[in-house]
């Protein structure tokens, strides 16, 4: 069924950030019961939608993501995140597939959240209601229908764009051809609820936090949200990574200053993976995106046990993990794939044997690539879709 | 060699806490060159010193710990730090052994450091010499010499704790008879820099740090120091004990609050272990003594190979690391004592089948505890101490 366009439902693309607003007859409805009238969502595509829109691609984008998969941000400058994955002849090819990638619920680059305006004309910041990931797959759901798919090819997204794949597929078993859950699992772990804790007090300790209010009052808690991001980005390699490419090197310098400047290399690059995140991510955006990822268990939304997520799901699985990945590890894909294989569903399991950590998925991984465009090729063969060329 | 006492060195017990200040005669020579006078070691001891002066052991303590390794802290009421291990009848007997545990260099409890007096009336801040740990056992020497001991039998310790023993070997190679390194290393890896770098930017990013001078403004970075401790102490647990003790248990509520309270018993116990910590410790201590440990490089002060440490060592080693330790995984133990071999030192190597991280050391582990007193007994035999009656 594809649904008329609401007259209440506007579109734009001002200032290169496309994006759909929803109008008073659409709310977003949250898992906490509130409901958000005027739902925006800042997403951009690639491809063409095939007339019987049997090509779409949905890609969900990790926790400090964007929109961009494959071209460069209009507001922000920096290059499209997934250009090894998602282009012309690559594994999501663009000359065949129609991709679509939103800016995920309360992800501050078009898609409302904290840092959006309240009808009241100030941000919203803490008035936002607190939400989860089936809330964002909602948000998607409602973008997706007003594009006019019905039923998706494939969904895909690592870390906790994998998590969305899976709600995905489990909220919308028919919706959802295939699906690639990348390097991700189907909930938080203690250890991973307690890093983002630590981001989160880092940015609340910060006097700049306002009680949230900050962006009402004109500053930003770049210090505390530095910290966090900083805290966030150690998860993201793995041990051996930080090995190789740092050591014990020192930074700009030929012995120890004896200091508290950044005497080693691996001081400087976090140093500047926190101040160059300030620049570009809202503060109530990253507290409100870890905790709907705190929040996740799918296996809790269907009562306690995994295999019921994807009770009779007809959707072709493939799920992806790399071994020194110790923020998802190859474990929580195991878990994933057990449920599925109990559920009846058809699930392949792909683990990379890399020193990349979790980060390897945004990474060059030649063996990921080929196994991801071996499951895309065979998924799209069986939808019935014409052939593609790889490059 | 027993010096006769200093007259120019004195010693007080004020308000339960025993120190050593030493003369102008003695000062404290700094890796970074410069020189400290008026040291101020505060220590604790148990047990009797043998006439002979055979039965000494020095303990030293990890990151934030003190010199109250078997006997509560009088300043702030927590009990003995190492109670399984260090007592009467215990693996360190304190029956045989005159144990000596001296608060480390820059450590906030009684020596000196960035939080104790310059002798312009103000604290020294960041005026106090960036040390090392090859600084913080030069300290414990002058005590040792100080208290007339010419040869430890045993210098022992854990974490940072055990860095300097084997820095002790290291320096001083006909003064230490046994030796203990336990869930250490003999550097300091890039992810563990890279995470005393984030609490380091927690503190500094805490306005009320003040560049340091908190203390004289009368304030103190609380909120950075909570953060600097919540992200160290998830190094400390193994996510396998994470997962045992809290996995995604809620804190007393039956579901989640759809906000940013600690809705997880993990959010909680680490928000009470960042609380309580700073009520205990000082800020600037914290950014020296994790200075000093990622300084710590054993091999790099002897040539850049870890065997020329303990060229010609007579000292007996047992080295202990625990199986699910990812702060100092039992991989760098290995590597001590493949250079104690190398150097044709006398190793043993005890590693400990655990789920409880890092911490393991402190907590109760039976078969670490069999095995340290093992090696006790034997080294004690081998030095001719009398035996012991463990209980």
């Known amino acids: 069924m594809t649904r008329a366009p609401s007259p209440l439902r506007s579109w734009s693309s001002a200032g290169g950030l496309r994006t759909i607003t929803f109008g008073p007859d659409q709310p977003l409805q949250f898992s906490n019961g509130e409901k958000l009238s005027g739902l925006t969502i800042g997403y951009e595509t690639y491809g063409e939608l095939a007339a019987d829109k049997s090509n779409a691609v949905l890609v969900c984008h990790a926790l400090t993501g964007d929109q961009y998969v494959a071209s460069s941000n209009p507001v922000t400058g920096r290059p499209a995140w997934w250009p090894r994955i998602v282009g012309p002849g690559k594994p999501i090819d663009t000359n065949r597939f129609f991709v679509i990638c939103a ?129 966030a980005h150690i998860t993201y390699l793995s041990e051996s990574a930080l090995h190789r490419k740092f050591d014990r090197a020192l930074q700009a310098r030929d012995k120890i200053s004896f200091g508290f400047d950044a005497d080693f290399q691996v001081e400087s690059y976090l140093r500047h993976q926190g101040q160059s995140f300030v620049d570009r991510f809202d503060a109530n955006s990253y507290l409100y995106i870890t905790r709907a990822v705190d929040y996740f268990d799918l296996a809790g939304d269907f009562g306690g046990a995994l295999p019921h997520a994807f009770a009779d799901s007809q959707t072709k699985f493939c799920a992806f993990s790399f071994s020194s990945d110790w923020h998802y590890p190859p474990e929580g894909a ?23 950590g979790h980060d390897a998925f945004l990474l060059e991984e030649p063996a990921f690539e080929h196994a991801l465009a071996g499951f895309i090729d065979s998924a799209a063969s069986a939808r019935g879709l014409p052939a593609g060329v790889r490059r």
Not at 107 to 121: I, K, L, Q, V
Not at 133 to 146: F, G, K, T
Not at 169 to 193: D, E, G
Not at 334 to 356: C, F, M, N, Q
Request: charged share 20%; net charge neutral; glycine share 12%.
């Open 103 to 231: 800016n995920v619920l309360g992800g501050c680059m078009g898609t409302s959240g904290p840092a959006s305006f309240h009808e009241d004309g100030r941000p919203w910041g803490l008035r936002f209601p607190v939400f989860t990931v089936p809330d964002m797959v909602r948000a998607q759901a409602m973008l997706v229908e007003a594009l006019g798919i019905e039923e998706l090819f494939c969904v895909i997204g690592g870390s906790i764009g994998g998590m969305q794949a899976l709600q995905w597929a489990a909220a919308y078993p028919r919706r959802v051809f295939a699906c690639c859950p990348i390097a991700t699992a189907a909930r938080h772990s203690a250890q991973n609820i307690a890093f983002y804790e630590v981001g989160r007090q880092a940015i609340m300790a910060d006097p700049d936090w306002r009680g949230g209010d900050y962006l009402a009052e004109g500053v930003r808690p770049s210090k505390g949200l530095a910290v966090a991001r900083m805290a």
């Open 334 to 356: 195991k878990h994933i794939v057990r449920a599925l294989i109990a559920a009846g569903a058809e699930a392949s399991y792909v683990e990379i044997d890399t020193d990349k």
